[in-house]
């Protein structure tokens, strides 16, 4: 569908997942990036994700749409997916779906006035699971 319909993918996960592995063809922006700084507010918020188990704490990317611009047009038709790929559907624990990077970053688009985004339910591990067309930065 994607190479027959026109579409590209936009990985909106972190460069470091996108080099590793993704969709053949697909583009690279993250809608969320690691902490970047240092400051005493950056290194609090370092430590608060620590407790929580998590090490690589992230935070928006405010460069995140000028990054798509530099690669798409406002006419592209664009597939945006990340990892998880979330739902609008509601479901019995999720009254309103689950929350996702490619749906903030679906939402983001449209907001900028792209007109033909649509999101990958399921994400990048459906993708992966299916066996489609993958690449990495060795041999992109």
């Known amino acids: 569908m994607v190479?027959?319909?026109?579409?590209?993918?936009?990985?909106?996960?972190?460069?470091?997942?996108?080099?590793?592995?993704?969709?053949?063809?697909?583009?690279?922006?993250?809608?969320?990036?690691?902490?970047?700084?240092?400051?005493?507010?950056?290194?609090?918020?370092?430590?608060?994700?620590?407790?929580?188990?998590?090490?690589?704490?992230?935070?928006?990317?405010?460069?995140?749409?000028n990054d798509v611009r530099s690669q798409l047009d406002k006419d592209s038709r664009i597939i945006v997916a990340c990892a998880a790929g979330g739902t609008m559907k509601p479901s019995a624990n999720l009254a309103d779906g689950q929350q996702s990077r490619s749906l903030i970053a679906a939402y983001l688009l449209k907001l900028d006035g792209y007109k033909n985004v649509v999101h990958l339910e399921g994400g990048l591990r459906s993708w992966f699971n299916e066996d489609l067309p993958t690449s990495s930065s060795e041999t992109s």
Not at 4 to 18: A, C, N, Q, S, T
Not at 23 to 38: D, F, H, M, S, T
């Open 3 to 65: 190479k027959e319909d026109g579409f590209i993918v936009l990985d909106v996960r972190p460069e470091g997942d996108f080099k590793e592995i993704h969709p053949e063809g697909a583009v690279n922006a993250q809608v969320y990036r690691l902490i970047k700084e240092w400051t005493a507010w950056d290194i609090a918020r370092r430590a608060a994700f620590a407790f929580f188990g998590i090490f690589q704490g992230t935070e928006e990317n405010p460069e995140f749409l």
